[in-house]
């Protein structure tokens, strides 16, 4: 079966700590991407990436950095968490030429 | 701007009734995908479709991708408590990398 597996399914981290969600998915796919998710505001883009060590900001990247240093690991970091960025993060990945993406089950992050 | 709307946003229905949803744009696609989501879980692909006018049946559902490849719906005969979940249509372009979502359609079903 293939498989996007995110580190994390529930984390409570406090204001102004560093937060690191990491993804790792088995399919070989060159696309991986962070989608954050909020009642009444649907699936919105972070960042994603289409290949190792390349990146490109989505529709909300302020506040988030990312880092691709393998094909299969795609990782979120918080710098400084707020409480706005208390969240569902979805992690997702797809071929370059079907846009279907395999999403992970998801980690539910509360930022107190 | 939102390229993809979906309508209804809310849909509480009977056992056994059936149901459409719609997917909306002023934009045109290469392919266009359904998702399902259960709480607390992620997203899981249901179909694309690719052609205009393309039709495609997955047990009880039916989806399809209208002839300009703009819009799409998604069609439940007989409505079971286990199809309850957040339906997504999202639009994507062949290589383009980043897929445009619609804001979904929440579905309850009634035992």
């Known amino acids: 079966d293939v498989k996007v597996t995110q580190s994390s399914r529930y984390l409570v981290k406090r204001t102004g700590e560093k937060v690191f969600l990491e993804c790792v998915q088995d399919m070989d796919h060159e696309n991986m991407f962070w989608y954050r998710q909020d009642p009444g505001l649907g699936l919105r883009l972070i960042y994603f990436?289409?290949?190792?060590?390349?990146?490109e900001k989505g529709d909300i990247p302020e506040g988030y950095s990312v880092s691709r240093e393998k094909k299969e690991r795609f990782s979120l970091i918080l710098e400084s968490a707020s409480t706005n960025q208390t969240s569902m993060y979805l992690c997702a990945s797809s071929r370059r030429v079907t846009g279907e993406l395999f999403f992970g089950e998801g980690s539910r992050l509360t930022v107190l | 701007t939102q390229l993809l709307e979906q309508s209804p946003q809310f849909l509480s229905i009977q056992e056994g009734e059936n149901l459409t949803v719609y997917c909306n744009s002023s934009?045109?696609?290469?392919?266009l995908q359904w998702y399902r989501q259960e709480p607390g879980e992620g997203p899981v692909l249901l179909v694309t479709?690719?052609?205009?006018?393309e039709v495609k049946k997955l047990k009880r559902l039916t989806f399809q991708f209208g002839d300009a490849r703009k819009d799409s719906s998604l069609h439940i005969t007989a409505a079971q408590p286990g199809d309850t979940g957040l339906y997504l249509c999202?639009?994507?372009?062949?290589?383009?990398?980043?897929?445009?979502f619609g804001d979904g359609t929440t579905l309850t079903v009634k035992p």
């Open positions: 999202a639009g994507a372009y062949t290589n383009a990398g980043k897929s445009t």
């Open positions: 934009s045109v696609f290469s392919s």
């Open positions: 990436s289409y290949d190792v060590k390349m990146k």
């Open positions: 479709v690719v052609t205009g006018g």
